[in-house]
């Protein structure tokens, strides 16, 4: 990073004009989002003790409603540049900027009431600033919708935005899962810290078509391209904001922006200045503390501190229904694959393994007899808590007034559990991150480095399937597996030659066969566990290693266009992507890493019409890739607004969008023994697969021309979406959020598996029927393999939805509201058995309630119900059951002693929620906690 930091510098000569200041921390110098009202409510003095230095606080003074209450949260910003506070937990504040270049514009703000600007013309320590409320009280600005700050009512495309005092209300364990409060947005938890989102469709147990972005920097694992949740994110304790968009975003944020991008927002150490700690305990053990530091030195520098710390006992996946892939049905007397038991090794037994001393019986020819896996409680048994540690640490210097350097670091560890073609315990796996960024009040120039590491994680399927084929001794190096269906086909021979019923033959087999399993109280399944677990090598141990690099560099400059209302924004990204795992997953020999890369350029033009009436945005963007053909990211828009206070906005825009494939799409390859995983960005693969177009499986010996398959070089996943949209005020306190979207899909990248050849070409009739006996396994008898490939399917696929959501702020003591979402995949072009992971609820709903009575009692509820609809997995396929969740939160807050006692709970009814197939069903946790903000 020492060349990042040496271009920061020499950037700092950047040019940046004074503009008005902001409502957001993290965007540019602050200004006011609407025009001023036309009539100020009066700005009074109010007696305040002065400071022992006057110096030190040259402008103080406190922010009130016009009831007098107290506004703790405001933000106080000097016109133009990075130099602002905010009000503490009694409303006051200090600010101590310099008046030699003359006066000053101080800019109140605060959610729901009018911007305030006074003029000074010499310092004041005893301002009372009353804030009067907005005529369309949603006067928040976001930052995401289009990389430029704008009030939320007039962004371009469906956009929600959670407020830091939101953010204290939630009371999930992971802060995403309770995102699923909003309209749209969709959650699965695959255990109490491991939190996918995703909105539109296509739900999965990871986040694939969904950016998570901190501060604009990418918290995706470089060796997987997913988000772990928050697991290794930020602090709550130091967001300030989320921004969610809806749907495509490609236009203006590249790669994998398919289904939309999550914004966390943390907060400036120049506003947010003081000592924060929340300390939590309750249900399944937990124990949850932050604390957040930060301070300002002089008025050029600030710096915060954060650190957390959470501890819970986890939530484990107990579906033992018969797996949508299982060849035989639960209870079934030849044994079956259940979703969560692992290591189910299978045989179908035939006339090929009859040899000298064993025969099969005749009667179990084409039969596929299962022996019993193990549950997940067996294989991480003492290992059940969950954990999560992050700490962070940001330095920032203003250059000048309007001309922001920070540089931070920040380290993330957690223990969880996370669910994709298998399940995986995830134990100290991390990041380390760093950023550099100069800003100011035209652009910015950000750099940003992430390592990623994998700890202990270890997948379950393939730590139990060698538990299987362990040997059954020291001595007997038969393994568990072969003499299972060694003493299964022997105890059925007996039992007919005793004239019990094949049925009765059965049973009696698979007890005589069930005697031999190996138990997970037994000393040796320990030993082998432990042994399996901790071992990398692929095929022999279970543990999974990686440790990449992501290096990122991105800079963007604004520019208005004349005086017509016309401006136009310009941007540039390049990622370096180093891939490394000591060849245990990827192909990185020789100790060398993989070298990707892709960039990519952008622009938005805006333009202003019937006097701000009518808002039009275009914009574009193209990406290169070293693997890809070059990518073109169109977005047109247009939003148009009504009303004496611009209170109706109707929006309505096209997009198009691209996701890339992962880095183990393109350079995966792990021999775990009995396949082989590999990326696909060479030439492709012919194959075979296992059955043909009629289902039916091969039989050796017989032509192999209705089997062959031909997988292409992977592509990118495309999708064009139409939509329009509404958000405003209809009647006064009352407002209405609704939408409606149509996309289409082409090119979905999935994976396949087939029998094939390694360096990608066909095995010959000869290859495939030496590997048959082996299952493709003995290198001496054939070279053929069963692999494991990313493919694009090239079936259209088509989906359309809508949200609606209502809110009327009846008072402050109560706020109620509701919310729909609707999402439906269209079947009429698929073919039968076509898989497209769409997994999302038809229907779904939200009604909540919040408010703050008593003067400082705060509470909210919300009610979540889930249809229950089809999921299809890489794990498993089946049907997820309708359920529903009460989450609820209060807090009394003690202004005097800046403290708030909390309590919370989630899923307060310990309701069935089961959010994906094959993964645990989430139950209630509640706690108690204090809350401490000193500034």
Known sequence: MQQIYSVLLAASLLHASPVLASSTSGGAPHQPTKKPAAKRPAVKRK???????????SIRGVVQTTAGETLPGATIFIRGTYIGTATNQVGQFNLNPSF??????????????????????????ALNVRLVPSATLLNETVVSASRIEENILRAPVTID???????DRISTPEVLAGLGMLPGVDVNSASMLFTSISTRGFNTAKSERVIQLVDYMDTALPSLNLSPGNLVGIPELDMESIEIIHGPASALYGSNALSGVVLFNSKDPFVYDGLSVRLRGGERNLMDGQV??????????????NASGFRATDWLAQNFDASSFSANPAGSTLGYDAVNRYGETSNVYSPFQNQPGFTVNPELYGKTVYMPGFSEADLIRGDEKTRSYRVQGAVSYLVKDDLKL?????????TSTYQNLSRFRIKDLGTNQYRAELKDSKGFIRLFSTEDFSGSTYELSQLSRL????????????PYSQRYFVVYNQAYSQARGANLSPEQAQAAAQSAANGTQLQATDARFIALRDKIANNDQPGVGAQQNFGSFLNDISAQRSFKLGNAGTNLIVGAAYREFRLGSGGKLFADTEGKRIGNYEYGAYGQVTQALLDEHLKLAFAGRVDNFKNFAPAFSPRAAAVYSLGQNLQHNFRASFSQAFRSPTQPDQYLRSDVGNFILLGNVGDGFKGYNFTNSKGQAYTPGTSLQDFEVSIDKLRLERVSTAEVGYKGAIIPNVYVDASYFRSSYNDFIGGRLFVGNVDGSRPTFQQVNAGLASGFTNPNASPARVIYAANNNSQEVRTQGATFGLTYYMSRALNIGGNYSFNLLDKSNLPEGFLTFFNTPKHKFNILASGTVLTNLTYSVNYRWVEGHSQELPLANGQ?????????YLGYTLPKLATTLQAGVSNAFDANNVQIIGGPQIGRLAYLGVLLNVK
């Open 100 to 125: 030699n270049g003359g006066a000053l514009e101080l800019v109140v703000s605060y959610v729901g009431y009018e911007t305030q600007v006074i003029q000074l013309i010499q310092p004041d320590m």
């Open 292 to 305: 957040r530091y930060a301070k300002k030195i002089g008025e050029r520098f600030a710096f915060k501190l």
């Open 467 to 478: 538990i299987q084929n362990s040997p059954v001794s020291e001595t007997n190096s038969m």
């Open 880 to 888: 997820i059951r309708t359920y529903s969740t009460t989450d609820a």
């Open 406 to 414: 920070t540089v931070e670091a920040k380290r993330g560890v957690g």
């Open 47 to 57: 007696a305040l003790a002065p400071p022992t230095d006057p110096t030190e606080s």
């Open 161 to 167: 935005k959670v407020s830091g005092r939101q953010l």
